[in-house]
């Protein structure tokens, strides 16, 4: 509750400074003040110790939340240092594009924090609108305009989902309360309509998860999106969504039946396979990175086939996956900045002229194709351990096929750089994205060398 009341805060504050004019200053400010957000909340998270009790029935502060909260933190921090740079052509309106990302991630914090579904709801919304509004940011492109109109429509549709479905389990229970809806599930035969509600809910956060056979909006928006806000959705929305299914099969967890493993084996496995035999044949470096979020969305969700052991690898999956992400999009902003295009033909002879920028993306494609000893193999094996755990053997198996075949295009991506040859002189990279690339592949690296940091506190 500290955690969500102090950056819905910052985003007031962060106006509050626009209208003082005092915008120079501002990026510095909200960073230095999100720092000291995660601060706070990392103490709580690895000491138990909250400043203020603050917690009531609409939010609970679990570890759980706390370190899922954590990872948004750092992500947010990464993109709003990226901000002054992208929008530097639109410094007058600087104060709104980050205003909306702390609102955004005051929706993600509310989304794994909820202990009412009506804030899980409120949450949700928030963070939706907040992206569906960056996505359409650049007015004078039609591709942004294009993307904002397909988002909201998928996700206005996906959110009557999840409203409709909330509103069948009150129906059945008479209750929003998390613990509640818990005890109930795991202990009451309960009506047909909770049934539905929870399926409804399911599918909806499916949808936002661009999981199979609901993900076919994600390479179109993803690809019409201003880069930044793209990256955004790539990762911190992602993993955000992620967490908050997770968390929403943990609380119904007595609805987890024979049918419904089957249900998510068979969309892991086509998730995971659709996306990575499409991403082998994209050209387009933006529209390759939604296939390969998609692929590692499929990963994701086989945790919850195990919600009550899963959680420490459902939150490393997120940070390793996220991180490896916004160092790429990082390098990809710094090659494609003033190209018009994120044609995959910009990094043709990167390595040449500009080495750290490609040792750097390269690093990112091997962590995401599960390479060690970059954190993305120890996600993999984490998650591939727990499904073994429960005798999901064939899960496993198209687990590492799936992964072998991603290995083909994120090793593509480093072949053009070493390989191809391109007559531009070498790229002007601007340090806050090189800052930014350089930090979170280091964080990566350094979670895959001691995963005792997420792994080690029982969630």
């Known amino acids: 509750m500290n955690t969500l ?20 200053v501002l990026v510095p400010i909200i960073i230095a003040a999100l720092l000291a ?69 005051a929706g993600a914090v509310a989304m794994v924090s909820f202990g009412n579904m009506a804030m899980f709801f409120l949450g949700l919304e928030v963070l939706s609108i907040a992206v569906y509004v960056l996505a359409a940011s650049n007015v004078k492109d039609l591709r942004s305009n294009e993307a904002g109109l397909k988002y909201f429509i998928m996700g206005a549709f996906a ?4 409203l409709f479905g909330i509103a069948m389990i009150y129906g059945a229970t008479g209750t929003f309360d998390i613990n509640s809806l818990y005890i109930l599930s795991s202990t009451v035969s309960m009506p047909v309509w909770f049934n539905i509600g929870f399926v409804m809910i399911c599918i909806g956060m499916l949808f936002k998860a661009s999981i199979f056979p609901f993900h076919f909006w994600a390479p179109d928006v993803y690809e019409g999106s201003p880069t930044l806000t793209t990256a955004m959705m790539s ?30 084996v068979v969309l892991s496995i086509l998730t995971m396979t659709v996306a990575n035999i499409t991403g082998l044949r994209q050209t387009n470096i933006k529209r390759m990175m939604a296939f390969s979020g998609i692929s590692h969305a499929g990963f994701m969700i086989m945790t919850l086939l195990a919600v009550t052991s899963s959680a420490n690898a459902v939150l490393y999956y997120a940070a390793a996956y996220s991180l490896a992400g916004i160092a790429a999009f990082a390098i990809i902003l710094s090659v494609c900045e003033g190209k018009g295009n994120e044609d995959i033909s910009n990094f043709y002879g990167l390595a040449r002229r500009q080495p750290l920028l490609a040792t750097i993306l390269t690093f990112a494609m091997l962590s995401m194709a599960g390479i060690p000893i970059f954190a993305g193999f120890f996600a993999k094996l984490f998650v591939f ?57 280091l964080m990566n690296i350094a979670l895959g060398l001691f995963p005792d940091i997420i792994m080690g506190t029982p969630l």
């Open 5 to 24: 009341i102090a950056i819905s805060g910052l985003g007031i504050i962060c106006l509050v400074l626009e209208v003082l004019n005092l915008r120079k």
């Open 37 to 105: 957000i995660l601060g706070l909340t990392a103490i709580e998270y690895y000491f138990a110790q909250s400043f203020l009790d603050l917690d009531s029935g609409m939010v609970e502060t679990t570890t759980y939340s706390l370190g899922f909260s954590m990872l948004f933190i750092i992500l947010a921090i990464f993109l709003i240092a990226m901000s002054p740079r992208f929008y530097q052509e639109q410094k007058t309106k600087i104060a709104d594009y980050v205003s909306l990302k702390l609102f955004l991630l």
């Open 159 to 162: 959110s009557s989902f999840v």
């Open 235 to 264: 990762t911190l929305v992602k993993v955000a969504a992620i967490g908050a299914l997770f968390k929403l099969v943990s609380t119904m967890s007595g609805m987890i039946t024979p049918a419904y493993q089957t249900v998510i």
């Open 385 to 441: 351990e727990q499904m073994l755990e429960i005798n999901q053997l064939v899960l496993v198996i198209f687990g590492v096929v799936n992964s072998i075949i991603a290995v083909y295009y994120y090793l593509g991506v480093v072949n053009v750089m070493i390989v191809k040859t391109n007559d531009e002189k070498k790229v002007k990279s601007p340090y806050a994205y090189r800052i930014v690339a350089v930090l979170a592949i």
